[in-house]
């Protein structure tokens, strides 16, 4: 009789600390996106005084990035200041922005408000159409996306 009273005990108190366990299990909602930022210090990038800015941020492991780098440089201009941003080179920047995935294209006005992304590959005709968007609002034909 001791040792049933005994394993009841233990088998309370197993159930107990399995309740109390599950009750600290974390429920916060699970992450669904990738950090991309709504604002950025223009003085933390290449050419802080152009007008506009794409930041195209990458890593060196990324295979679509050099793709996506490559059609973005013939968006520089004297207006226009195209600045890669590579994860080991600049980790601090990727950092401060909680950049969390790669590549990330972020088209950036004077002020540092970010007007426009693109994230994952992309193509010249969305780079272009993104960055003509923002600059002259309405000049993107109908039927061509900037997104």
Known sequence: MDRLLLLLGIAAAAGMAAALLQR????RPVRTGWTV?????RGDFARPGTPWLVAVFTSSTCEACDGVLSRARPLESSEVAVVEVEANADREVHDR???DAVPLVLVVDDEGAVRH???GPVTSTHLWA???EVRQPGSVPDGCSAS
Do not use: F
Not at 24 to 27: A, E, F, K, S, V
Not at 37 to 41: E, G, N
């Open 97 to 99: 922005y909680g950049i």
């Open 37 to 41: 930022p709504d604002q950025v210090r």
């Open 24 to 27: 600290r299990t974390d429920r």
């Open 130 to 132: 993104s960055l003509a």
């Open 117 to 119: 992304h693109h994230l």
